[in-house]
Every structure is written in structure tokens, then in C-alpha cells.
């Protein structure tokens, strides 16, 4: 198939519609990316768990991209030049993914529950003082530090190198930016984790961090200190950007479709449905790039997608799919064959997927029992998205939290 590329939008306000132009397109359809790059997207789930499962699918683009000259594409240095569990293959993903596996256990991940409950209501108690009829960017002000605090907690990052941290980590996400910016945030990234690792070696403390440190400085060959910086990238990155999205669309739909919100505040064993359908609806990522493929695939319909070819997977567009979910466009936690692909499948599924469902398991019916009368100050539609085919959020999310105060009525 020689047809020309379909240009992925990256401003984000078409992710959706494009999506369903994909799948609709075939098994797989040649997409251009920033800087010239051509890859195949597949954004079938039929045809993605096929891939995902492929002994000739690969994640090293080390080994499986011909050509491939590291660090030459700014704008793909957290998701290609990187070393981690991420970006490798069979043993080596399984020893790196063994290294940080620890953390995130079912038993690991509950015990987090009164930590994230303790961010939670802190960020309320801080809300509270906002005046009837002011708005308020609940994504910044809630949203976003729940799980950022989380995971910044976690891996021990300093309360002074947050703010920079957390900047890099946002911005990777921007697959809108030049050349020149995605450079500049490329380096900043890797002085940022750099800047973390050599605070630990002087005030090592019970964190990840630490952990990890320790363990490259046991045994190098265990984990490099590329794969020590690369996996500091992976696991605060993903272990932020996926809840916050997930907040902010989950609080969207609530607001925007009342009955569903009555439903679930009548019911609290339904939380873990508004999840699950804000995930199948609004994933928090869409295309993932990128895989590579090391011999020919044939997925009929004469599509072939050749040794050495890039592979861009759209995990998000699996859930709204009509195919897979019943008029997909609607926000229905009563789904009872719920299909989605928002935290991926096979072995590269996503280790934080637990962690992220529990911060919102946490985060979203404390937030509607503090502020019954919580609603929206802006059309849905026209909320402003983060400009990437990456991510999908919105940039900000104006909202009232208590009802105005009456007028003075006095005569």
C-alpha cells in the first residue's frame, strides 16, 4: 500500500475524529509524525492485541529500527532513546521491569491508600477557602497534585526540584513544539533526573529512587546508569500524566450528565464503573509511539507492514469503537461488556495502571462529597486540550465549587 500519510493532528482538539478515521481507514494505515516520520497506525483492538502479542514486534529500537541513530528526533527522546523497561525486549524487560515491580504490587499499591487519602483531603481543606462564585482551574488546583504529589512522594523527589521536574515531565507531552524546544526539553529532562540521583547519593531516604540508586551501585550490570535515568523518566512521567487525566475527564462527564452522577453518589461500589468508563471514553493515551517490526506482518486487506517499519499502536481508539462498544459517544457506567486498551496489553501493560485507578478511586468521590454543588463555567466542548496526539487532557478546567452567594435583597 503506497498511499499518501495522514498527517496526525497535534493540537489535540481533533484526537478523536482522527482516531476514527484510522480505524475506519484499515487494519493499519500509514500516519506521518513530527519531523517527517512514517509509521503504521494501527488503532483496531482486534489488530493491536494481535501486534502487542507479536514475536515480531519489538519495542528496541536499538536493535529492530534500521537506521536508527539515537538522539537525532528531539521530540522522541522520552519514548525511543531512553533505556528502560519501555524500550526493551525478553530479558532485559523482564530484569528492568523486576527492578521497579516491587513498588507497585497489589499489596504495595493499597497500602498507599491513607498516603493518598491524606493528599486528598489536604487539597480539599485548601479549596475550601475559594468564595462562592469565584472560578476556580480545578485541574491545577486538584487534579493535577494529587497524583503528581503521589508519585513525586514515592520516588522521593525534593519539594524545591518538583516544580522542574514536573515542567519536563508536562512538556515531553507536547508533540506540537519545535525542533529547538523539543531539544531544550530534552535536556532539561535528563538534568532534572540527574539532578534528582545526585541528591540521593548524598541523603539516600526510603524512596524508589533510592532503591534504584542502590541497586545500580550493587551491581551496574543489574541496571546501568542510562537505565537508572531512563526508568526515573518512565515512572514519574507515567506515573502522573495518566491520573490527572483521568480525573479530569471522569469529573467532565459526572457534571455534564447528572443522572450518571446521581447513580454512583447513591452507590459508592460504582466508583470503580466511572472509572472504567472514563478510561473506555477519554483514554489517557492515545497513539504510544513507537514499535518496530522485525520481519514482514500481514494483516490481509493487502496490508503488509514491512520488516524494519515503525509501528505507532492507538490504544485509545480501541474503546470507542462502535464495533467493540455500543454507541461509544456516551458516558454509561452500566456498560456490562466494557472493552478498552487505555492502559495497553501484553507484556508492556501498564505496571501503574492499579495506582492510577486508585488515586482516582480516592480523589473523585471526596471531591463530590466536599463540593455537592460543584459545576462547570465553560462549554465541554470548548475546553481548551493539551496540544498533543500523545496525551489526552485538557489544559485547564474552570469550575465553580460552591453556589453563589444570594444577592442582597435589603431594601
Partial sequence: MTSTPITL????????????????????????????????????????????????????????????????????????????????????????????????????????????????????????????GRSIDLRTAFAYPVPTRVICDLFGVPTDQRPEMLRVIDSVLDTSASDETAAQVRADMFAAMHTLIATKRTTPGPDMTSVLLAAHEEDGDRLSEDELVSTLILMIGAGSETAVSLINHAVVELLNNPDQLAIVLADPTRWDDVTEETLRKHPPIMHLPLRYATADIDLGNRVVIAAGDLILIGFGAHGRDPKANHDPDQFNIDRSDREHLSFGHGIHHCLGAPLARLEARVALPALFARFPHLRLTADPDGLQRQPSFIGNDYRALPVLLHAAAPADTAA
Fill in 9 to 132: 493532528d497535534t493540537t489535540g482538539h481533533h484526537l478523536y475524529a482522527q482516531a476514527d478515521q484510522l480505524r475506519e481507514a484499515g487494519p493499519a494505515v500509514r500516519v506521518e509524525m513530527p519531523s517527517g516520520l512514517v509509521a503504521w497506525s494501527v488503532s483496531r483492538g482486534d489488530i493491536a492485541k494481535q501486534l502487542l502479542l507479536h514475536p515480531h514486534v519489538s519495542k528496541d529500537a536499538r536493535k529492530s529500527w534500521p537506521g536508527y541513530q539515537p538522539w537525532s528526533i528531539p521530540w522522541l527522546a522520552a519514548w525511543v532513546d531512553v533505556i528502560s523497561m519501555f524500550t526493551s525486549d525478553g530479558a532485559d524487560h523482564k530484569r528492568l521491569k523486576d527492578l521497579v515491580g516491587r513498588a507497585f504490587t497489589a499489596r504495595r499499591i493499597e497500602a498507599m491508600r491513607p498516603a493518598i487519602e491524606a493528599i486528598v483531603t489536604d487539597l480539599l481543606d485548601a479549596l475550601e477557602a475559594t468564595a462562592p
